[in-house]
C-alpha cells in the first residue's frame, strides 16, 4: 500500500474503469453536525464527475473532488466530522481511498489498496463499506481494515471470504453488520443462500447469526428478474431487505431468527424500491422509489415516506429522471436522514434532461408539504498545469 499527498495528481495518472455513471447515485452523507452534506455529482454532459459539499447554513456549494467520468465513486463524512472518505474503483481492480480534510489547507491523504478483487467484490467492497471509530473496513472478495490515522491495513484470517462469498458490509450505530453469500455444497438439501451476522471489528472475524435460503429469496423475488436492496434496522442486529419484482414490493426483516417479518407494499406496477433508512424511533422509514412513466418517457423519482408497518406509504415526488439501458441500470440511489431527523436528502444521476444541473435534493420532514429543495451541483473547474485531472 502507498500513501501519498496530492489527490488530483493521482487522478490524473490513472485510468478509470467504465461502469456507468449510476455508481456515483449511491447517495449523499451528512456531517456529524447536521450542517453540510457531502454529495458525488455528475456534469449534464456526462464530462466531468466528482464530490461536493452543500453548507446549509450558507446555501453554498464547493467542489472537494472532480475527475473524469466513469468510475466507481462513493463518498461519507467520516464519523468525528473532521474529513470527507472518498472511495474509487480503480481499472486495476485496486481501491483509492482518499480523505478530504475538512479544511482546505490540510493535506489530502491517498490510500492505494492494492488488495486482488474480482469486478462483483470491488464493487461491493466500496459501495458497502463501514467506518466505526476512525477504521475503515471493507468486504468485498477479502476482508480488510484501514486505519485512517495511520495508513495500517489489516488483513481478516484467511479462508472468510472470496469470489463465490463476498462480503457486504452494514453499520449500524457502532455495530458492523454483514451479508454473505453462502454457495452451500453438494450435499445441502437446501441448496445456498446468504448469511447474516455481525464482524469483529477487533479480529475481523464473522460472527454469523442466520442463514436465509436461496429458496426463501426467490420465494420472495429476488432472483435473476428482480431486485433487492440491503440496509440496517430496524431492531438491534437487524436487517432490512427490500424486494420488488413486476407488480409487487416487499420490505422484509432479517434478524436472529431468520426471516422474521414480510410486509407488502402498495406501489405501482414496475416500480422498484431502494434501501431503507429508518427514523431513529423506528416509526417511519425512507427509500428512493422509481416508477416507470408510460411510452419510455423515463422514470418518475420519488423519496416514500413509509409507516413502520408499511400499510402507510408517502410519495413525495423529486424529478422526472431519463431510463437507462438494462445493463446500465441500477436503483441504488439512497436516502440520508439529518442527525436530528428533520430532513432527508437524495441525490441521483439519472437526469431527464441533459441541461439540468440539480443533483442534491433536501425534503423538509417538519412540513406538512414536504417541500423540496433542490440544490445544483458546482460549476466543474478544470486544474490547470501538469496533472490535471
Known amino acids: 500500500m502507498s500513501r501519498r499527498n496530492g489527490a488530483y495528481c493521482v487522478l490524473g495518472a490513472i485510468g478509470m474503469i467504465a461502469l456507468g455513471l449510476y455508481v456515483i447515485a449511491c447517495g449523499p452523507s451528512w456531517s456529524p453536525d447536521g450542517r453540510t452534506i457531502v454529495f458525488p455529482y455528475a456534469t449534464g454532459d456526462l464530462s466531468r464527475q466528482g464530490v461536493a459539499l452543500y453548507d446549509l447554513r450558507t446555501k453554498q456549494v464547493t467542489s472537494l473532488l472532480e475527475m473524469d467520468p466513469g468510475g466507481l465513486l462513493t463518498a461519507q463524512w467520516a464519523r468525528d466530522g473532521r474529513s470527507v472518505i472518498v472511495c474509487i474503483g480503480l481499472e486495476e481492480k485496486h481501491e483509492l481511498i482518499l480523505q478530504l480534510p475538512r479544511h482546505a489547507a490540510a493535506p489530502t491523504r491517498v490510500y492505494d489498496l492494492d488488495v486482488p478483487q474480482s469486478d462483483d467484490g470491488w464493487i461491493t467492497s466500496l459501495t458497502y463499506s463501514a467506518e466505526v471509530a476512525g477504521r475503515l473496513y471493507l468486504g468485498g472478495d477479502s476482508l480488510v481494515c484501514l486505519d485512517l490515522a495511520s495508513g495500517a491495513l489489516t488483513a481478516s484470517p484467511p479462508g472468510q471470504a472470496d469470489k463465490d462469498r463476498t462480503v457486504s458490509l452494514l453499520t449500524q450505530g457502532d455495530r458492523i453488520l454483514y451479508l454473505q453469500g453462502n454457495p452451500g455444497t453438494e450435499t445441502d438439501s437446501l441448496g445456498g443462500g446468504m448469511d447474516f451476522g455481525t464482524l469483529d471489528p477487533a479480529t475481523l472475524r464473522l460472527q454469523r447469526i442466520c442463514t436465509v435460503r436461496d429458496a426463501e429469496m426467490k420465494a420472495l423475488g429476488v432472483d435473476s428478474d428482480g431486485t433487492a436492496c440491503f440496509a440496517a434496522g430496524p431492531g438491534e442486529a437487524q436487517i432490512t431487505l427490500a424486494t420488488a419484482k413486476e407488480d409487487r414490493s416487499r420490505v422484509v426483516i432479517i434478524g436472529r431468527g431468520g426471516i422474521e417479518k414480510v410486509m407488502e407494499l402498495r406501489l405501482e406496477a414496475g416500480t422498484q424500491l431502494g434501501a431503507l433508512v429508518w427514523a431513529a ?109
Open 281 to 389: 424511533d423506528g416509526s417511519k422509514a425512507y427509500a428512493s422509489v422509481f416508477t416507470p412513466l408510460p411510452a419510455s418517457e423515463g422514470l418518475r423519482f420519488a423519496v416514500a415516506e413509509l409507516s413502520a408497518d408499511m400499510a402507510s406509504v408517502r410519495l413525495i415526488p423529486i424529478i422526472t429522471v431519463a431510463e437507462l439501458d438494462d445493463n446500465d441500470r441500477s436503483y441504488e440511489s439512497r436516502v440520508a436522514l439529518s442527525p436530528d431527523g428533520r430532513k432527508a436528502a437524495v441525490s441521483t444521476a439519472y437526469w431527464k434532461k441533459k441541461g439540468t444541473r440539480r443533483a442534491l435534493f433536501l425534503v423538509d420532514l417538519r412540513d406538512p408539504a414536504r417541500r423540496v429543495t433542490a440544490v445544483e451541483y458546482p460549476t466543474p473547474r478544470r486544474a490547470e498545469g501538469a496533472g490535471a485531472p
